[in-house]
């Protein structure tokens, strides 16, 4: 297991001394290098936007409750680099529900996540049960707004949130999924059984709980994602048409429709899946992860390929190469199939498609795999994705049908990413390595410009928004 770097170390005992969890003063916003002066040639002047990173724990590596988690934010120049401008503690824990490897903790995409108006950021204590809300200051520092909530039940793994769903006092909605219900706990990935519950964002930044939003869950959510309008909530499943699911559903995704009072449909109103157990093809089936919703309620899913065509989870050599598929919300919020099963990758060379994020422009989007550490390039239109790039960028994976867990020794683990709101930077964390990888889009290309480390643990971390 990697070490925390004494940076980290340093940034985290700037918190403690600053933060504490039981007094009136714990959410003082930390901001490392500010100006007394408040001159014009202060470094914040300069900044254009941010990128957040959240710890997700301190590293470590042990259980399902780790350290305390924070979020690390920089200020991000023109010309894409990144400048630390302090640690913010979130007030919970991080967690692990990924068998203790450090790579991708908590399976989901959107454990961090940001308003459209960029004047909150969210994240997820999965460690502690709850949720923080942040209000995002003018210099990019963070101040949280409240003191966390609760989520209900465990390991709160991804959160959506829409402005186009308010009543008086609130500026939006906020849904976040739960990995399992604790009557699920124990039996793993294979078994766990989530649930989505909602709350208001209220004006000045604070979350409240909607009584009644909660719904339980068939499957292990790995995130969630309200439609541009705010009329449906989607959640993408992990471990759909696993045998040891006691629900037995088969369901990739699950669609709710949206109501005026803030809570969901009693029930789902459509599922889908590109691949169902025990297909022809031999195909594992789909462990949805990273999705979006854009232009005409098109729904883009990445698709890890892991558990086997049977529904009995493999061991590593028989991960097959992952996809991309796609589907149309229609009126009623049933799911139209488009682009079904488009692979990432061949001969076992891109198995863990798990995030994506589009270009500006809309017509091309990149996916992260997390063990080969590399993006991959597709086109999108109108639904209809080709892959164009296998390794559109490549940093040190494991490619390859390798053995065992030799691939997370050598693997920088590129996991959730996040396209700056100028279109300009591609923002990649490595899972593995405590590192912001910072690329320069070129159209349907990608330019390494550098890379920020020093200041995120080398395993664990789960989250990252750039705006």
Request: glycine letters at 12%.
């Amino acid at each position: 297991m990697k070490k925390i770097n004494i940076m980290l170390i340093a940034f985290l005992a700037l918190s403690i001394t600053f933060v504490s969890c039981n007094s009136d003063d714990d959410n003082t916003p930390i901001v490392i290098g500010e100006d007394d002066n408040d001159d014009d040639n202060d470094d914040t002047a300069n900044f254009v936007g941010a990128v957040y990173a959240m710890t997700n724990g301190d590293g470590q590596v042990a259980g399902n409750v780790q350290g305390p988690n924070t979020i690390i934010a920089y200020g991000r120049a023109d010309d894409g680099s990144l400048t630390p401008i302090g640690p913010f503690a979130t007030g919970g824990n991080g967690g692990d529900y990924d068998g203790g490897e450090g790579l991708d903790p908590l399976i989901s995409a959107y454990a961090l996540t940001k308003t459209d108006d960029n004047e909150n950021l969210l994240a997820v204590n999965a460690g502690s049960n709850t949720i923080t809300s942040f209000n995002i200051a003018a210099d990019f520092s963070l101040e949280a707004a409240g003191d966390p909530l609760d989520t209900g039940a465990i390991g709160p793994n991804s959160i959506a949130t829409t402005g186009q769903v308010t009543v008086a006092g609130t500026k939006g909605l906020v849904y976040v999924s739960n990995i399992t219900r604790p009557e699920f706990l124990a039996g793993g990935e294979p078994m766990h059984q989530g649930t989505v519950t909602g709350y208001w964002l209220l004006e000045d930044g604070s979350l409240q709980a909607i009584p009644g939003s909660t719904r339980d869950l068939p499957v292990r959510p790995s995130a969630v994602q309200f439609s541009p309008d705010g009329q449906w909530l989607l959640v993408a499943a992990i471990n759909s048409g696993a045998s040891a699911l006691g629900s037995g559903s088969e369901d990739e995704l699950t669609v709710y429709s949206v109501g005026g009072d803030g809570t969901l449909s009693a029930s789902s109103v459509a599922t889908a899946t590109s691949t169902l157990r025990n297909n022809t093809e031999g195909r594992n089936l789909p462990s949805a992860i990273g999705f979006q919703i854009v232009g005409n309620n098109y729904v883009v899913v990445t698709e890890a390929r892991e558990f086997q065509p049977d529904g009995t989870p493999p061991a590593f050599p028989a991960l097959q190469d992952g996809s991309v598929s796609t589907w149309q919300i229609q009126g009623d919020g049933s799911l139209t199939p488009i682009s079904l099963d488009v692979a990432s990758g061949e001969n076992n060379t891109g198995r863990t498609a798990c995030w994506l994020d589009f270009t500006a422009d809309g017509n091309t989007f990149f996916v992260s795999n997390a063990i080969e550490a590399g993006l991959a390039a597709y086109s999108f239109d109108n639904g209809v994705v080709t892959l164009l790039d296998q390794t559109a960028a490549q940093g040190t994976g494991t490619g390859g049908a390798d053995n065992g867990p030799d691939a997370f020794a050598v693997t920088e683990g590129w996991i959730d990413m996040w396209i700056s709101d100028d279109g300009q930077f591609l923002y990649q964390l490595y899972g593995l390595d405590g590192t912001i990888g910072i690329y320069r889009i070129n159209g349907q290309s990608l330019e390494l410009i550098s890379e920020e480390s020093n200041n995120l643990p080398d395993t664990n971390t789960q989250g990252i928004v750039a705006i």
